[in-house]
T-cell receptor
């Protein structure tokens, strides 16, 4: 099992809907968790971090962490076409305790 | 805070040539990281520095790759005898504290896209 796994998508949602992005992780990563947004040809941009079980909200974004089930998710409310991007899940861990990324999920918000 | 700066943005080189990339981190950040990203994949860790000390190198970093951060400020990544498989986006990031420490996330530069022909 990879340390951080994501469905590559694409995930297509209509404008105004809630987009739900999911990420699972292995026992080898168990510390801090991050969501990065990456537009095509651009670098990753941090949008959310979460460190403890439960929900964390920031504007239209909510990150959810469930350590018992080893998943972390990102909800985007009122999705906009400008949210169309690849969303990368990342976690700290592994043999040498570094930031490890998933392959990313491509989100397409349809106008 | 002007963000992480990388130069050049794009580099096209012929196989066998050497290339060097530069990264200027956010000024107060003492940690600097290099990642590589290929199409459809997430960034893969290459190496990182704490101030001027290179603390870890990935198995991905063959002996053709070398990175330096001589004064604990900017960093360079050199690839010698480039191969077509080196074609990728090379990303630099910096942070104030340790990996994923609270209030110390990694901030990425815009990357250098390398194409080896």
């Amino acid at each position: 099992q990879k340390e951080v796994e994501q469905n590559s998508g694409p995930l297509s949602v209509p404008e105004g809907a809630i987009a739900s992005l999911n990420c699972t992780y292995s026992d080898r990563v168990s510390q801090s968790f991050f969501w990065y947004r990456q537009y095509s040809g651009k670098s990753p941009e941090l949008i959310m971090s979460i460190y403890s079980n439960g929900d964390k909200e920031d504007g239209r974004f909510t990150a959810q962490l469930n350590k018992a089930s080893q998943y972390v998710s990102l909800l985007i409310r009122d999705s906009q076409p400008s949210d169309s991007a690849t969303y990368l899940c990342a976690a700290v861990g592994g043999a040498t305790n570094k930031l490890i990324f998933g392959t990313g999920t491509l989100l397409a918000v349809q106008p | 805070d002007t963000g992480v700066s990388q130069d050049p943005r794009h580099k096209i080189t012929k196989r066998g040539q050497n290339v060097t990339f530069r990264c200027d981190p956010i000024s107060e950040h003492n940690r600097l990281y290099w990642y590589r990203q290929t199409l459809g994949q997430g960034p893969e860790f290459l190496t990182y520095f704490q101030n001027e000390a290179q603390l870890e190198k990935s198995r991905l970093l063959s002996d053709r790759f070398s990175a330096e951060r001589p004064k604990g400020s900017f960093s360079t990544l050199e690839i010698q005898r480039t191969e077509q498989g080196d074609s990728a986006m090379y990303l630099c990031a910096s942070s104030l504290g340790g990996w994923g420490a609270r209030n110390s996330p990694l901030h990425f530069g815009n990357g250098t896209r390398l194409t080896v022909t």
